[in-house]
């Protein structure tokens, strides 16, 4: 597949979504098929239908194809698939969730093929998608059990990268899913793709906290004490440059983020609350397999669907950086196929002993 001229799969999302309005703001400038062969997976007619929602918005005329196989360069393709038998602006549905998943699919299947180089994926609505076929909380979840790996949830912009320990699930649950082995390898894991998919040589990686205040000392929770810094530890003895752990409050608050390459944080909404404060239109990356996916990092908006209102600099941004993440990767397969011994490749961590880790920020209300 030409390193120049990526194909990148685009699935349509919710039908009843911003999804589609999304899709036309972020391909209606012609120049987007010189930077790759976007593939879209949807409906030609519900496309339609939100074209006429923009009158703001250049016409796109579609290339119809069967797969991505046949996609065209300098053309914008669509695979027709995913038709529901309404559309319903700002209604959620059973059938735009079915819609949804098949356009899904679709693009997943030429993705295991070979035929994309990335998928990028509109927004679907979680409850909706839900079916005997489908039961998973989010695209992550399906993408990990697709590609058979342990995929982690990454949000990205150009000044903050967030990966999170646990993804979708309540936070009566979040004490019981952190573990030791489970933080120390989400740090290798999150050092691997922060070298591999952003280019970075050795990253510097904040540990955030669970506890308010990093438990003070153990009267506010335990889990820092006997969970979070002895897994900081064990890592950063394995060559990892994680520190912390970090309140959460005081590391985004004072600015500190800022001397990371990422941050791991420990449940959702304590690492996407601030980054998409910081960054309003970042991307949401599925780290940790052999497929690339992005996507924007916000939902359906069921709230203003229909009303040619939608933004689509996040999604624009998710299909930049699924090139980016792409052509970063095969570098990087190339760069290190021929490794220096582990001896050699560890040298420059030699000097580097554990008592060089920060303490714990002290913070007071």
Known sequence: MSEHKLKIGIAQGDTNGIGWEIILRSLSDSRITELFTPVIYGSSEVATFYKNTLPDVDPISFTAIASAHEARQGRVNLVACGK????????????????????????????????????????????????????FTGHTEFFSAEFEGDAMMILCSDILRVGLVTKHIPIAEIPANITREKIVKDLHSFRATLKQDFGIVEPRIAVMALNPHAGDGGLLGREEEEIIRPAIVEAFKEGVLAFGPFAADGLFASGGYAKYDGILAMYHDQGLAPFKSLSPYGVNFTAGLSAVRTSPDHGVAFDIAGQGKADAQSMRNALYAACDIVRKRRNWQKWSSNPLPRAEREKSHRDISVKDLPDTEKQQD
């Open 84 to 135: 529901p038998a309404a559309i319903e602006p700002g209604k959620a549905t059973v059938e735009a969730g079915r819609a949804a998943i098949e356009a899904l699919r679709r693009a997943v299947r030429d993705l295991k093929e070979g035929l994309l180089d990335a998928v990028v994926t509109a927004p679907f609505d979680k409850q909706t998608v839900q079916s005997n076929d489908f039961q």
